[in-house]
Nanobody, 123 residues
Framework: VQLGESGGGLVHTGGSLRLSCAAS????????IGWFRQAPGKERKGVIC????????NYAGSIKGRFTIFRDNTKNTVYLQMNSLKLEDTAVYYCAARRYISCSGDVSWYDYWGQGTQVTVSS
């Protein structure tokens, strides 16, 4: 069972990025997928989550109206679309999975994690 993030990079403020979380060894459509981020020197925190029945939960108020999460079951991948990026969005972004029906913003709740992808927003 593996998760692999991709799509990170360097972007200017106001720009966009789409992160991918590709699952292998399991069917991601049966799992709740959460995105987390960890800024330098800070704890890893929940950003947004997509439940098995496609209910979205935001855990970071600052992303409202800017970030969306969706899945493509044909590609066994969950995406994080990030628009209007701000300096404070700079972090390593991780996706995580648990076979459960609802979401959680708790790091310890998830069973599987990806290796992370760096997002750097510059002015």
């Amino acid at each position: 069972v593996q998760l692999g993030e991709s799509g990170g990079g360097l972007v200017h403020t106001g720009g966009s990025l789409r992160l991918s979380c590709a699952a292998s060894g399991f069917t991601s459509g049966y799992y709740t997928i959460g995105w987390f981020r960890q800024a330098p020197g800070k704890e890893r925190k929940g950003v947004i989550c997509l439940s098995v029945d496609d209910e979205v939960t935001n855990y970071a108020g600052s992303i409202k109206g800017r970030f969306t999460i969706f899945r493509d079951n044909t590609k066994n991948t969950v995406y994080l679309q990030m628009n209007s990026l701000k300096l404070e969005d700079t972090a390593v972004y991780y996706c995580a999975a648990r076979r459960y029906i609802s979401c959680s913003g708790d790091v310890s709740w998830y069973d599987y994690w990806g290796q992370g992808t760096q997002v750097t927003v510059s002015s």
